[in-house]
């Protein structure tokens, strides 16, 4: 069975101090693995797509990296709106179904 | 990406009571997931919405509990019997369109059940 686990589970930064969310997985061939963010009352937002291990995408001040075990969120220099629930998902190559971590929130205070 | 909107956005039914909850989307995509969040709680998936057939549930959950159609590439259904306290949650409906396999979420429909 598909894992994936975030962490930390809270992060709390001053506005421009940059920082990490780590997203590690198990699956047994991985087809993609998925960054959203879900602002309180909203359904998730697509993020990125990465596929294989080596693999940047890139937006604004978001950066994800991907391995053969692990993604990284990194947040450069966040804003205030840059605040809110960070979830990471990842989709067997063997299957359609997206699973979910739990996600780790970003509360950004200026 | 696809716009995706769901009705009701909110609703507060009695347990015992069913309600229904419609996912449209402004273009025909090749698959269609309905989700649950629980408070607090991440996603996860209830079933595959399959156009002209039955949906393909996940480990527990069952048809008679959550009825779901789909008569077409662009509309959904998600229904949700004889609800208790414990059914409250914030249900989510997806697609996935050609070409990729990203998701794409609707808003939402936040579910109390009194």
């Known amino acids: 069975e598909d894992q994936v686990t975030q962490s930390p589970e809270a992060l709390r930064l001053q506005e421009g101090e940059s920082s990490s969310l780590n997203c590690s997985y198990t699956?047994?061939?991985?087809?993609?693995l998925f960054w959203y963010r879900q602002d309180p009352g909203k359904g998730p937002e697509f993020l990125f797509t990465?596929?294989?291990a080596g693999e940047e995408k890139e937006k604004e001040r978001l950066k994800a990296t991907l391995t053969k075990k692990e993604s990284f969120l990194h947040i450069t220099a966040p804003k205030p709106e840059d605040s809110a629930t960070y979830l990471c998902?990842?989709?067997?190559?063997?299957?359609?179904?997206?699973?979910f971590g739990a996600g780790t929130t970003v509360t950004v205070r200026a | 990406s696809a716009v995706i909107s769901q009705k009701p956005s909110r609703d507060i039914c009695q347990r015992g009571t069913s309600l229904t909850i419609q996912c449209q989307v402004d273009?025909?995509?090749?698959?269609m997931f309905w989700y649950r969040q629980q408070p607090g709680q991440s996603l996860t998936l209830i079933a595959t919405?399959?156009?002209?057939?039955?949906?393909?549930?996940e480990s527990g959950f069952v048809i008679d509990k959550f009825p779901i159609s789909r008569p077409n590439l662009t509309f959904s259904t998600l229904t949700v019997s004889n609800m208790s306290p414990e059914d409250s949650s914030i249900y989510l409906c997806?697609?996935?369109?050609?070409?990729?396999?990203?998701?794409?979420f609707g808003p939402g429909t936040r579910l109390t059940v009194t």
């Open positions: 997806s697609v996935e369109l050609a070409g990729g396999y990203e998701q794409y």
């Open positions: 699956v047994s061939g991985l087809r993609g």
């Open positions: 990465l596929y294989s």
């Open positions: 998902a990842v989709q067997d190559a063997n299957d359609y179904k997206l699973s």
């Open positions: 273009s025909q995509v090749t698959m």
């Open positions: 919405a399959n156009q002209g057939s039955e949906a393909t549930y």
